[in-house]
Each structure stands twice: as C-alpha cells, then as structure tokens.
C-alpha cells in the first residue's frame, strides 16, 4: 500500500501566517493526518513532496528556512520556477513507474494551477484522491468536483489555528501618535491594525474603546485627502469588523472599561489565544499578568516615545510599535495633501469648528489680531474640544493643512483661499442669511425645520461638486451651526396639533453668538429692496432685477391660470413653487412673491383646503389690478400669435414666433413660461420645435371658441 502526500509550500506558507500556526508543526500534523487518512500504520509508506520557489521566502537570521524545516521533516524537496509545468514534472517523477499500488493522493493547495495534475492522474490511475485546502474548495465546478474528496485544513487532526482577540484603547493610541508627530489617518490606521492582527492567527475579536461622539475628546481623525472624519469613525469600525466601544473622556474610564472586558472575555472556554492589547498604558500590567497564567499570547501594541518602561520590559510580552507597522505621515506632511476631493460629500468637520470659532472672533472686532490662545479658549467655550491639548491638536493641523495662516509664533488668520474656508463661509453665509431673511421678510420668529430644509435646496450659489446633494447634507450643516451656537434650535408646539413639538430654527438673540453679520445684513438688505419695490411696473423691474421680474411674471401666469381651470380663488404655494423651482436661483421666487405682495397683486393666507384637515398657504391673485392686467393681456397676446401660426400651419420655434410678434419680447422666457404652463409641447428628436394643445384651457380662453376642452392638470 502507498500514498503520496503533495504540499504547495508556497500556498500553504500563507495560510500559517495568517493563523499564526507554526509552520513546523503544521509539515509534521499534515504527514500524521496523511498516513492516517490513507489507512497506513506508519508514515513509512508515504511519500511526502513538498514544492515552493524556496528562494522567494527570505527569512529573518534567527528563523529556520522553510526548505530545510520541510526537508528535516521528511519531505522531497521540490524548486519550482514556472509553476505552469509543475503538473507534467511531477506525472513524469512520481507517477509514470509502472508497478506497484498508488492507492492515495492527496494534495494540499488553494491554488487552481494545480487542478491539471489531479485531473490528470485520475485518468491514469484509480488512485483515491483527496484535496486539503482553505479558503474555499478549488474542485468547485471542475469536471473533478463530485469524484474527488475535498476537506479545510481546520477539519484536519492536531492542526489547530490560533484565534486573536484584539482590544484597542484608540484614545490613547490616536493622542500618543498625535503627539508623536503622526497625522492619524484612520482607514489607513484600521487597514494596517487588521493586516497585523492576521498575521499572529485568525482574527475574532476587534474591538476599539474612545469617546466616541464626544466632540473633542480626540485628535483630529482624518482620512487620506485630509479631510476630517472624526464623526464618521464609528461607521468606519464597524464596516472593517471592528466594535467601537463608548467610554467617557478620561484615562480611568478607558482603564476599567478595557481590564474588565480583556478578564471577562478572558475567562470564556472559546476566548483568543493571542490577545492583543492596543495601549501604552503601564496600568495594564494588571491585565496583563492573569492573562499569561492561562496561556495566552500577550502582544501589546505601543507607541515609541508613549509606551511605559514597565511594558516595554516585560520578559512575557511581545511588544510592536504601531509606528513602525502603518507607516502614517507626519503633520508636516498635510501640506502636500489635497484636502477635499470635489467627488467627495462636504460636510461639516472639526475643521468646521477652527474656520466657525475663528471667523467669530474676526467678527467681533475686539481686536485686529486672532491668538492661537484666544481660538483655543473659543474651542473649548464652544465645546468643539474638551481640553487646551486637544484644541492645541486641532489648531496645530489646522495650520498644516493650511486652513490658518500663521502670521507668528502666536497668531493666526484665517487663509481666505483655502478650499476647505471658502465652502465653508459660503455654507454658513447662505444658511444664514435664509433663515435671517425668512424671518425678515414675513415676521415670524422662527422658520420651521422642513421649511428652511426645502429653501436651502433652491439655493443655487451651493451648487457646487459635495454640496447640497441632499436633504441630509443640509441636514448635517444646520446641526452644525446649531452646535456652533451660529443659529439656534428650539422645539415649539405643532401649529394644529399642540401636543406634538416640531424642531425650528431661530437668530440667536446673543450678541456674541450672531457671528456673520454680512449675512444678517444681506437679509435685511432684501426687506429694504422690497420695500423700494412698491409701485414699480414689472418691465420697469427687469431694468434692475431681471430674475426677479421674470419669477414674477411665471407666478402671475401659472396662478391664473390654475385658478380659472380649477374655479378656486387661490392656488398652493408650496405646489406652485415645486412647479416654477427650475427657475429658482436662490432666493428668487420668495422675492417675487415679496413684490406681489408689496404692490397688493396678490394675496398670501391660510385657506381652508378640501382636500385636507388642515388649512394650507396660498397666494391669491388680483386680476383687476394693473401690472397684473398688463401681464395677462401679455400672456394673451402671446397665445394669439402662436393660435395663428398653428391655424396657419406655421412651424413653432422660437425665429418663427419672433417673426410674428411686433415690439420688444423676452421670447425665451414666454416660450418657458408656456412650456411650463403646459400650453407649448417640444416636439420628440426636432430641437426648438414646439406643437401647440390647442384644446388647453388658457387656449381656449383666449381663443374664445367652444373647442372641446381635455382637462388638464396643471399644477
């Protein structure tokens, strides 16, 4: 009786590291589970073939060479330098003698390219094959799969893979490595900390303890562009596997939280044989201790320059330097570093928190220079961080990335330029100046939540690459400003239900909480144009506000329009601005609405809606006044010449229409404004075509004829 046993060394060198089985003992186990598989008394009878490119396995001057390890097992050392023909040389070595029984095969390997050599020998031999192998069976849709046995190395007898338990004090590892002079890159730091996990056996456990969601209570957590994502990290764990564990701030918090898991954890039959402890932290000597009298592994990850002697000297530890393992960057290096990717979601950061705080103290004048002092004592008034070192930590990198400009050993401005304060100020000066001039402009004390939400969705000067994408991104910035003390949340009782409270924001009426003044002025410059607006024709407001006089002709369209069709007196606000919003630039349709309202053309309320338990706002328009007159006979006027082209057989484009108009005509804008109002169609694959609904009710209307109407709903 004879079996042979074949190794891919080179495969199976991976599969020992990454468990943390030694690799003499697995060529040992492997022999004993071969003979017994084949049914022999000894391994006398079994030729056992180990195969690898053994010059590509350096080892380190203190290591056996995996040749000779297998070589003194009792292996057939085989060099391998194209793997391609390794299947023929081994046919042609081992298994084209004629004689004697062959009657088992097993072969060890996760690598495909071996599949020629089983399939091979089955058509030459009856010979029982095997497969042993990990990381999934490679005879899965072969032509082989059903006839040869497959088993993972971890069904094999004395082969037993190491599990690693990892737990991690991220707050004193990210501030010993900022205090290092390391920028802490968190995927890169979760990448690297896993990649070493695996390399001492299979990891079970990873867990990472901070005060997570504590605003400044860590250093600044970054990603490769730089860009801030402390408030991302806990979402980032748990996507690598990893368990972020709340503790609060301080040092005996993390210590207890940490002792008592490791113990507990510990003492559990199916507990790690390599715990890992991610700390620098000497206290530890307490865990430490117990957990090398039941037989575990210890490895303690430091930090160089932050790790205690004590651990450092322990003869049972095996110590590794987080520094030397993730190759992180320094904080000069942000410099270099391109800070936000325009592919990327801008959202708010600590970096926020720095350009915020530092932008108040510039606007409160007090003084022409901004101390990094001073911007430390605003951090930590404003709650950004919890201590002087943290906000020491986030002025510091500040300056690296550029976001302040340091004029001198203590001063600091900020850098106007820089892409990460432009978006910044520009989000804080639009949200303000909404909710300033929302307030301003209809004299309430507050705007509702949802409302603010839908107006900073029409702001058009946010419409950048990352910016208003959603309303969570709008969502996230006005939570920002809350925190900031910039804009104030306060929950009031539901106008028609009192019992439910519904978020709104107000101005904070503290004068050293109203920073950006600009924007609270800009506000209140739109009330004072309004009210210069008064008496002022449409066509006269176009000379100098040109969006606006044609938001109001589109509004004074479309709400006759709905009016008359629907026999209502008024139409939907909200409905009519979803309608006209393509045409929002801003702020344009609410300062339409404020002209309409300062020259009596319309009428905005609450109206009893049929349609609902609640009344609902509305604007009403009045056709006997004047300027609206004079739009309507315009509309009209304009529907008569295309009625004319269309009875003429005339094709409809804008050259034609202007042929056929006399005086001066924003075509564009009435062709929109029909387009809109559903009265004008493009036509399919004819650019600037347009069919007319001669059946449509405005049509109709002015066309004065008894044409069978199609109901059409229009708003």
Known sequence: MAAYLIIDVDDLLRFASQNGIDLHELAIALRGNAALAAGLFDTSNLRAIAFA?????????????????????????IEVEDRATLPKRLIKQYFNIPPGRRDELILTTTVADMLPLICQIRKISDMRLRVWGADGNILVGSECEDEIIFQPFEALSGIRIKNVWVYIDFENISISLNEQGFVVNL???????????????????????????????????VDSSGREIAGDAPARLMMANIDPVFHLPGKQSADIRIARDVLTDAGHPEAGDVIILATGDRDFNDVINPLLQRNKTVIVWGVRGSTGRLLQ?????QLEYIDDFTELQTHQSLSTVETQNDTESFIPSQWSSVII???????????????????????IEAGDVISSERGDDLVSQ????????????????LNLQHPVVDKTLLIVNRLVRRVANTLNTRNWEYVNYGFLLKGLAMERDLDRPGMNE??????????????????????????HNPEDLVPVIRIPTAADDRILPQAIEEADAVEITAQNWQGI?????????????RMVTRIVVSVQQFTSFRNFAWCPLGSLHRRLREFDSGVTFQNAVEYLLIN??????EYANPRSDYNTKGIELDEDHPFVAVLLAERDEFVRVLLEMYHNNITITQPSIEQHLTGEWDVPLWISTMRIENVLNPLPGRTDQYSLFRTHHSVKLVANDDVDEVATANS
């Open 470 to 495: 959603n309303d969570q991104w709008r969502s996230h910035w006005i939570d920002c400003l809350v925190r900031e003390r910039v804009l104030q949340r306060d929950l009031v009782p539901h106008r």
């Open 53 to 77: 490119d053994w010059r590509s396995h350096p080892v380190d001057e203190n290591q056996v060479e995996p040749e000779a390890l297998f070589r003194n097992a009792g292996y057939d050392i």
């Open 187 to 221: 995927d890169h730091l979760i990448e690297r900390m896993v990649s070493q996990a695996q390399a001492h056996g299979k990891l079970v456990k990873m867990a990472a303890y901070a005060p997570w969601g504590q605003r400044g209570a860590l250093p600044p957590l």
């Open 313 to 317: 000297s322990h003869p049972s530890l």
């Open 537 to 549: 024709p449409p066509h006269k407001l176009s000379d100098n506000e040109p969006e606006v006089a």
């Open 357 to 379: 705080q530092c932008f108040r103290l510039s606007s409160a004048g007090a003084s022409a220079e901004i101390t990094k002092a001073s911007l430390i004592r605003q951090l």
């Open 398 to 413: 500040a300056v690296s990335l550029g976001i302040l400009k340091q004029q001198s050993a203590d001063i600091v401005e």
């Open 600 to 605: 009596d053309m319309v009428t905005v309320n």
